[in-house]
Every structure is written in C-alpha cells, then in structure tokens.
C-alpha cells in the first residue's frame, strides 16, 4: 500500500489550496487528513467513509472540505480561508475500518500560510 500525497505550498492568509492524496493497493473504509505543526502533536483534520459520510475538526468546519473519488481511490481536502494557524505538515491516512486505528500514512506535504 502506498499513499502520495501532493498539493501543499505557500499561500497568503485568506487565500486557498488542495490536497489530494492517491492510494494505491486496496480500498479502504475511511480516507483522511491530519496535520502536525512544529512542535505539536498530529491532530485530526477531516475524515470521509466509503459511503460519502464526513467528519471535519471544530477548527477547520466550514473552511474546508473532504471529498474522494472511490474510483479512483484519492482523497482530497479542499481548504479556503486559510490562517497563519493552518501551517503544519499535512498527512493523508487510510483505514480499513470504519473506526480504530488508521493503517497507512502518506510522505506529508507542507502547507505554510503567511499572515
């Protein structure tokens, strides 16, 4: 299983960007994003079922959204009015399940947002 992940990059305050995230090797369950800024711990960002169900953290609902394409086995998280708190490594994660522990991790891709 493999995990690439791609989108990141430097964007203004207020500005926006997308990540995608192309999994290869099996399907899974549950398809997600989480982030680590420098000296914190990953934290959950927006998870999205196989069904279309989502979930998104309380920091980041209604600036942005999860989606995947099952046919092609990506997971993208669209992010708009970005804040200075946004910079971190983003990681995309798979899971068999619909719950528990995630499975495989993706290589991160940085997203800095400059005030």
């Known amino acids: 299983v493999q995990l690439q992940a791609s989108g990141g990059g430097l964007v203004q305050a207020g500005g926006s960007l997308r990540l995608s995230c192309a999994a290869s090797?099996?399907?899974?369950?549950?398809m997600g994003w989480f982030r680590q800024a420098p000296g914190k711990e990953r934290e959950f960002v927006a998870a999205?079922?196989?069904?279309?169900?989502?979930s998104h953290a309380d920091s980041v609902k209604g600036r942005f959204t999860v989606s995947r394409d099952n046919a092609k086995n990506t997971v993208n998280l669209h992010m708009n009015s970005l804040k200075p708190e946004d910079t971190a490594v983003y990681y995309c994660?798979?899971?068999?399940?619909?719950?528990?522990?995630?499975?495989?991790w993706g290589q991160g891709t940085q997203v800095t947002v400059s005030s």
């Open positions: 090797g099996r399907t899974f369950s549950t």
């Open positions: 999205i079922w196989s069904g279309g169900s989502t």
């Open positions: 994660g798979t899971r068999k399940n619909v719950a528990g522990q995630w499975d495989y």
